[in-house]
Each structure stands twice: as structure tokens, then as C-alpha cells.
Nanobody, 123 residues
Framework: HVQLVESGGGSVQAGGSLRLSCAATGITIDRASCMAWFRQAPGKEREGVAAIDRDGSTSYADSVVGRFTIFKDKAKNTLYLQMNSLKPEDTAMYYC?????????????????WGQGTQVTVS
């Protein structure tokens, strides 16, 4: 049974930083085909933010390039999203996803497993 538990969200002022964590059980993240972070703002579609494949190759949405970094800690079996220079438009619920096929890493329909989300609010 795969379980993904996000944490690290919160409220921050514009220009600030947050680090999101996604603790995984039932799946070994260094063997996972592709894992990713998505976000969904009220009234908007869920969008891919960043993804990382088994080999460590990363993909980012244009809106976060240079500000967000996705990385894995194999020892802790945890996926992270370091978010710097946050903007009000980054406000959303952020979700961790696993099981991506890797064809389009930022496509939500590729992913089988999802966490419950963690709220990020930037003012």
C-alpha cells in the first residue's frame, strides 16, 4: 500500500522560502519511475510544478524555473520541494505524486499515487 504524506506548508510573505516534504511508504523513491509535485489553486486545474525521474533528471514548470528545486533523500525515502523567492501566485494546495510513467512528467494523468496535500499561502 503506497502512502505519501506531505508536510512543510504554511504562510509566508512574498520573497520568502518554504521546503515541502513528502514522506513515502510502500514505495522506494530511488526506484520510483517518476515522482512530482503538483499544485492546485481554488478554481484552477491541478498543474505540474516539478518532477524527478529514477535517474535524477528534473523537469520544472516555466513559472518556477530558477526558484524551485525538487530533490530526493534516499536514506529518508522522502521527496522535497525547496521553494525560494515565493510569489503570491504560488499560493495553492501542493500535492506529492508517484508512479509517473515519465513520458510527460508534469502531466497529472500519468501518476497513480497522490498525497493529501499541504497548503502554501504567500502574501
Amino acid at each position: 500500500h503506497v502512502q505519501l504524506v506531505e508536510s512543510g506548508g504554511g504562510s509566508v510573505q512574498a520573497g520568502g522560502s518554504l521546503r515541502l516534504s513528502c514522506a513515502a511508504t510502500g514505495i522506494t523513491i530511488d526506484r520510483a519511475s517518476c515522482m512530482a509535485w503538483f499544485r492546485q489553486a481554488p478554481g484552477k486545474e491541478r498543474e505540474g510544478v516539478a518532477a524527478i525521474d529514477r535517474d535524477g533528471s528534473t523537469s520544472y514548470a516555466d513559472s518556477v524555473v530558477g526558484r524551485f528545486t525538487i530533490f530526493k533523500d534516499k536514506a529518508k525515502n522522502t521527496l522535497y520541494l525547496q521553494m525560494n523567492s515565493l510569489k503570491p501566485e504560488d499560493t495553492a494546495m501542493y500535492y506529492c505524486a508517484a508512479g509517473g510513467l515519465g513520458y510527460d512528467p508534469l502531466d497529472r494523468y500519468e501518476y497513480n499515487y497522490w498525497g493529501q496535500g499541504t497548503q502554501v499561502t504567500v502574501s
